[in-house]
């Protein structure tokens, strides 16, 4: 068994395999950061994103990550929208990995109102198309693609298909998880997930197969030049930070990257909107009073049996 | 008209407390004697009303976490219970130490 942790995509990425070869995963995880990091002006995804065309010849890799981006944009009805690069930019999100300036409580006592995050109402997403014929990406010049926001759960998705023959495996992107093989039949993985505001175990459930991730505000916490506090996950309608009361979200999915993107859909979607969005395969929410909201399957079942016979006092 | 003359306080406080003191005594002997007329009633109905029942509940909580997996995969039923089976016995070789937990966190 091959279980090995290490850096890649501005986290800490870990690989259980077992009966394969899991060096190959890492390589590809490897290949996957440089080529779609934002953070590097020579990667592919800085390439398109700077290119004056309309028109940009992609590899297959970028293509599919576009492609994801644009599929979890739909998914979620614009609320995770891979064209806020620019915004992100702006608010102060440009380095791959920061050490938080402040912690979550703090930064919930200085922000704003709360209120769900709202689609971008131009949807510049909806301009972007991913020809594969052709091995093509099109949008018009200066509409900026940014794969962060499904990056991890793809390349956990796409990694598996390095693992044929496999008889376990868990490939965790920075949180987000996707786990199978017939032998995790017999022997499920054992997976926790983090309360964001106290760090502490806020659930533990086993998985044979399928993808989990979780979104939260706990990480990549800022000041931007406003002096104000700031974290990259986007409002798409204002283009700033969204506090929405929720401050974690973790969701179950058959796929990593529709986890990722249900995880994201429900953090942004505010606590009145968040179970449902979770409701199809389940999952947490965690409201920023630090309350833990099972959902769907995760939900506790409670099952009372009243036996027929009744025994006296 | 005639005056009734007015009783003399020694004969009405004497005769007050022999009153009280009176009816006193009888309450307690009454209430020694066990029949407490405010508790006769219960009493009555204790006496005849079947012996209370004890019901046994029993509560069990358990999660299921299922996951539908894409086409093409082997459908698996993925299941979190508050008990989970023994496994099942080793072979000769001694088996891999579990790795740890995952943990799925904000990243």
Request: proline share 9%; net charge positive.
């Amino acid at each position: 068994m091959t279980d090995v942790t290490f850096r890649s995509m501005g986290c800490e990425a870990r690989l259980i395999v077992e009966g394969a070869d899991a060096d190959r995963v890492r390589a590809f995880l490897t290949a996957f950061e440089q080529r779609l990091t934002r953070f590097d002006d020579a990667s592919e995804l800085c390439v398109l994103n700077a290119s004056p065309d309309a028109d940009v010849p992609a590899s297959p890799l970028l293509r599919r990550a576009v492609r994801a981006g644009l599929w979890a944009a739909e998914r979620s009805g614009g609320l995770v929208d891979p064209t806020l690069l620019a915004p992100l930019r702006a608010a102060g999100y440009v380095r791959s990995h920061r050490p938080s300036d402040l912690t979550l409580t703090a930064a919930l006592r200085e922000a704003p109102p709360r209120s769900p995050a709202t689609p971008d109402p131009a949807a510049r997403w909806r301009t972007v198309s991913v020809d594969d014929t052709a091995g093509l990406i099109r949008r018009p010049p200066g509409v900026e693609i940014d794969t962060g926001g499904t990056g991890k759960g793809l390349a956990a998705d796409l990694a598996i298909r390095l693992l044929g023959g496999a008889d376990r495996y868990a490939i965790d992107c920075g949180g987000d998880l996707r786990v199978g093989g017939p032998g995790a039949l017999d022997r499920p993985f054992d997976i926790r997930v983090r309360h964001p505001l106290s760090g502490e175990i806020a659930h533990e459930l086993r998985m044979t197969a399928g993808g989990i991730a979780t979104s939260g505000l706990d990480v990549r916490l800022w000041r931007d030049h406003s002096g104000g506090v700031a974290h990259h996950l986007l409002d798409p309608g204002t283009g700033r930070p969204a506090w929405t009361g929720v401050v974690g979200a973790t969701a179950l999915a058959p796929t990593a990257l529709e986890a990722e993107t249900l995880a994201k859909t429900a953090l942004l979607s505010g606590p009145a909107r968040a179970a449902r969005v979770l409701s199809l395969h389940g999952g947490l929410v965690v409201r920023e009073d630090g309350d833990v909201v099972p959902v769907g399957c995760l939900r506790p079942q409670l099952i009372v049996h009243v036996p027929r016979q009744v025994t006296t006092a | 008209m005639t005056r009734r003359p007015l009783p003399r306080a020694r004969v009405v406080v004497i005769g007050t407390l022999a009153l009280f003191l009176t009816v006193f005594a009888l309450l307690v002997f009454q209430l020694r004697s066990g029949r407490d007329p405010a508790l006769g009633r219960v009493a009555a109905a204790r006496a005849t009303a079947p012996p209370p029942k004890r019901v046994l509940v029993r509560k069990l909580i358990v999660t299921r976490v299922v996951v539908h997996l894409p086409e093409g995969d082997t459908v698996v039923p993925v299941v979190r219970q508050t008990t989970v089976p023994a496994p099942a016995p080793a072979p000769a070789a001694a088996p891999a130490p579990a790795p740890a937990p995952l943990t799925s966190r904000s990243s």
